[in-house]
C-alpha cells in the first residue's frame, strides 16, 4: 500500500479509500480500519512515503451502519432505523477456490440508542486523532453513499422520531455533531465531509435529499470546515449534477468545493473556469495510471484496468501497483 500511494503521489492531495473507524463500522472484508495501534502503525509507511514525495494526503474516516453482515465482522449491523437495505450486498473471501470474494446480502440493523450515537461520534474522533497521529495532514468524514452517516440524512432510511429522526434539521444532525467533534479534536483546517446528493444505490431514494444536503452544507459553514467533497456518479448513464445546484452550494458554503465522478480533465477545467469548484479529484484513471497529471499534461494516452479484482489489492503487486509509468 505505501508503494501504491508513493507512485501517485504526484497528485496535490490524496484522499485515502473508505476507512472504519471500528470494527463495527466495518461491511466488507479486507477494508482497513483506523482503531488499532497496529492500523495506525501500518498507516504510517503510507503517509511518510506520500509526504517524501511531496504531496499530501487525507484518511477517510467510515462507518457503513446498516450496509454490513454479520459474517464480515461477527456483529449486528447498527442503523438510525430497523430498516433493511433492499437489494445490497457486501462481500466475503469464504476460501472460494479461485480466490474470489463472494457477495452476501446484508442483514437487518438494529435501530441505534443514545448510547450507539454518542459511541459513533467518539469513533469518528478518536479516527481521527489516530489519523493525526498516523502523519495524515487530515480527514474527510465520509457521509455519502449509503452508509450510516448518509443513512441518518435520509427520510427513507431514517424514520426515527427523537431528535436525530422527522425534521431535515433533525436528520443532519449527526453529520453536523461528527463534523463539530472532529473539528474540534484535529483542527476546523484538517476536516472535510464527502457528500453524495445524486447517488441513491444501497436502497437510498429519498426526494428531500437535496434540501437536506443544501441545510447541510450551511451548518457546515457555520463550522468553517475546510471542504466539502461531492462524490458524483461516474456509471456510463449515471445522473449529473445540475448547475443550478452547484450555483447554490457555492453560495451556501464559502470554503472548498471538491468534484469527482470520472470527470475528463476537460470538462473539470470547466467547472474550474465557472468557480462551481475549487477542486476536481480524479480515482478511476489514477487507479491504473500512477503518472496522471503528466499524462495528461501531455495528452498521453492512458492504462486501462487490467483485473477489477486487484485495483485495491490482492495480495500482490499484480493489478495494483504493476501499471506503468509513461515512458
Known sequence: MAE?????????????????V????????KTPGIYSEQQIEGWKLITNAVHQNGSKIFLQLWHVGRVSSSKVNGLQPIAPSALIAQNTSVYIFDGAPNGDATFVPVEEP???????????????????????????????????????IDQFLRSNSNTRTDEYGGSKENRIRLLIEISKAVAHA???????IRLSPFI????????EILQTIMLAAKELNKLDVAYIHLCEADWDDAPQIPIDFRTEL????????????????????????ENLVDLVGFGRHFLTNPDYPARVK????LNEISDNHTLFGGGTARGYTDYSFMK
Open 298 to 301: 501531455q495528452n498521453l494516452s
Open 186 to 192: 484535529v483542527g476546523k483546517e484538517k476536516t472535510g
Open 110 to 148: 438494529r435501530e441505534m440508542n443514545k448510547t450507539d450515537i454518542d459511541t459513533v461520534i467518539k469513533e469518528f474522533v478518536q479516527g481521527a486523532k489516530n489519523a493525526i497521529e498516523a502523519g495524515f495532514d487530515g480527514v474527510e468524514i465520509h457521509g455519502a453513499n449509503g452508509y450510516l
Open 250 to 273: 457555492r453560495s451556501n458554503f464559502k470554503n472548498t468545493i471538491i468534484a469527482t465522478g470520472n470527470k475528463t480533465p476537460e470538462e473539470a477545467e470547466k467547472l474550474l473556469q
Open 22 to 29: 471500528s470494527l463495527q463500522g466495518k461491511g466488507y472484508a
Open 4 to 20: 501504491y500511494y508513493a507512485q501517485r503521489s504526484t497528485a496535490g492531495i490524496i484522499i485515502t479509500e473508505a476507512t472504519q
Open 200 to 207: 441513491s444505490f444501497k436502497d437510498m431514494n429519498d426526494p
